[in-house]
């Protein structure tokens, strides 16, 4: 089996590491608009590959000691003709690229023939709508947002439905945050700049009473906890990318927040607010700019921070009736930068469930053909061993379930 990674950016080097020293696969293409990005991609993959190798066969580690060729190629992702052409040699790809270049490599893979694990999730009913039966006709399996959130955000989601025999509300907080924030935005880039705007500009969609609602961008404001040494932050309505719509006729509720440092979006706020973030075009003496273009070339050295370290926050929670008791079930996690393999968290968490689903794609394991959401391809059956897929690689949640409505009115735990 021959695997392409579209983009060797923060994400996508990490995964073409991490698959080049996967069985599943012969061969690992880095795929790059910049020659010295997709040729550094494949050769830091090579070169880890074969340490972990010698490492292999020198101790008591376990598994195959191969590793397929690596290499890397250089092309224009923004190009149809060129995509197609790309893929029709591979038989697997998995897109770490923009939002803007998703839908495009979407496409592509469809009429290249070639399976495809697209870590962005945006513009989901749009997706679903014009490429699941064309996927079908070609035989091929398209998997839209598969990182973390979304991806393993959307299958606790499920899980926790299923879970229950009557789903109240389903609500997702999950955030990457600086291990060490600084003001004034308390926050580092662990993404596409590109996505990171989409946070603060699209509006989005929760379900309310069963029903589908649009909310501003950053509305629903609230104060949130999580374990040392995150502590205090604050969280946000953002896109719940498919969950409302593959979901939200099974809950009454469900919505999908953000997670800061506290203060973070108030700032934000203030520049959305002003125009900064804008995209209609204005007069600037005898230049036109457009604000969102200069406001990000504004911030982004602002937010590369002083330290790789990162830490990505995760918390689903899921309420409800089984037998006849209210239920509240609860998967939080807290994962920090690998100073051992210097992945940042958020790569690890966004990489690993791609990497998963393209390797059981490989094994033979996923044989659905069509456009799929994570929820609607990882959870029930596969709900188990892909939660031990991400802890074998470090991805641990811890899990509490308590009755919330006994007798007494106090909680137990079940």
């Known amino acids: ?45 090579s070169q880890a590959a074969e340490a972990w190798r010698t490492t292999a066969e020198t101790s008591s580690v376990a598994g195959d000691a191969g590793r397929p060729a690596v290499r890397g190629v250089t092309a224009d992702l ?73 991806g393993i955000a959307n299958v606790l989601a499920a899980r ?20 060490y924030p600084r003001p004034p935005l308390m926050y580092q880039q662990v993404f ?44 946000a309505y953002s896109d719940a990318h498919s969950v409302p719509y593959t979901l939200g006729h099974k809950v009454k509720r469900l919505a999908e927040k953000t997670v800061r440092y506290r203060g973070h979006f108030g700032k934000m706020k203030v520049l959305q607010e002003l125009g900064f973030l804008d995209d209609n075009p204005v007069s600037v ?28 926050v995760m918390r689903v929670v ?9 239920v ?19 790569a690890r968490t966004t990489g690993y469930p791609a990497i998963i689903a393209a390797e059981w794609l490989a094994q033979g394991k996923l044989l659905e053909r069509g456009f799929f959401a994570p929820e609607q391809l990882l959870a029930g059956e596969r709900f188990e061993p892909f939660m031990a897929e991400l802890a074998r690689r470090g991805i641990t949640f811890d899990y509490m379930v308590e009755e919330t409505g006994t007798a007494n009115g106090s909680a137990a735990g079940l």
């Open 285 to 312: 003496g005898d230049q036109t700019v457009i604000p969102r273009q200069v406001t990000m070339a504004l911030l982004a050295p602002r937010i590369q921070g002083q330290s790789k370290e990162d830490v990505t």
């Open 192 to 235: 596409s700049l590109e996505g990171l705007m989409g946070l603060y500009t699209r509006p989005v969609f929760v379900v309310e009473d069963g029903r589908l609602v649009q909310l501003p961008p950053m509305s629903g404001l609230e104060e949130c906890e999580f374990p040392d040494p995150v502590g205090a932050c604050e969280a």
């Open 328 to 346: 509240r079930h609860q998967w939080t996690m807290l994962d920090f930068y690998d100073p051992e393999t210097g992945y940042t968290s958020m």
């Open 78 to 150: 923004g190009d149809y003709g060129t995509l197609v052409a790309l893929l029709r040699q591979v038989d697997i790809a998995i897109a770490a690229l923009p939002d803007s270049l998703s839908f495009l490599a979407n496409q592509a893979a469809i009429k290249a023939g070639c399976h495809l694990i697209d870590l962005v999730g945006a513009e989901y009913p749009e997706k679903s709508r014009a490429l699941d039966v064309p996927a079908r006709k070609a035989g091929v399996l398209i998997v839209s947002g598969c990182g973390v959130a979304p």
């Open 1 to 45: 089996m021959r695997i392409a990674v579209l983009g060797t950016g923060l994400i996508g080097r990490m995964i073409v590491r991490e698959l080049a020293r996967s069985s599943s696969f012969s061969e690992v293409v880095a795929v790059d608009g910049s020659p010295e990005a997709a040729v550094s991609a494949a050769a830091e993959a």
């Open 318 to 326: 899921a309420t409800g009736k089984k037998n006849g008791a209210a």
């Open 160 to 179: 926790g439905i299923e879970l229950l025999d009557e789903a109240e509300e389903v609500t997702i907080y999950c955030g990457g945050l600086p291990r």
